[in-house]
Nanobody
Framework: QVQLVESGGGLVQAGGSLRLSCAASGLTFRNYVMGWFRQAPGKEREFVARISFIGASTYYADSVKGRFTISRDNAKNTVYLQMNSLKPEDTAVYYC?????????????????WGQGTQVTVSS
């Protein structure tokens, strides 16, 4: 049974930083592209970033480029999202997701497995 478990969310002031983690189990982690998405109240789930199998390729939404960094540790079956210079508009539930083929992978339906999400709230 595949499980993705996010952690690291919380309340932070604008300009602050958070690092999210997503621990995977039940799959061969190095064979999966990992993505981060977010969903704010009343809005659709949107793409944040994704990373390829061994981390050689990353791709970011324009809204987070230069502020967020996605990385992975295949020895720990974990993907990370370092979030710096946070803004109130970054407030959302953040989800990690996994898919076993490469591509831009910027749309939620392209992913096979999802975590339960972790809340990030940025105060102004």
């Amino acid at each position: 049974q595949v499980q993705l478990v996010e952690s690291g969310g919380g309340l932070v002031q604008a300009g602050g930083s958070l690092r999210l983690s997503c621990a995977a189990s039940g799959l061969t982690f190095r064979n999966y592209v990992m993505g981060w998405f977010r969903q704010a109240p009343g809005k659709e789930r949107e793409f944040v970033a994704r990373i390829s199998f061994i981390g050689a390729s990353t791709y970011y939404a324009d809204s987070v480029k230069g502020r967020f960094t996605i990385s992975r540790d295949n020895a720990k079956n974990t993907v990370y999202l370092q979030m710096n210079s946070l803004k109130p508009e970054d407030t959302a539930v953040y989800y990690c997701a996994a898919v076993d083929t490469l591509g831009l992978r910027a749309r939620p339906p392209e992913y096979d497995y999802w975590g339960q999400g972790t809340q990030v709230t940025v105060s102004s």
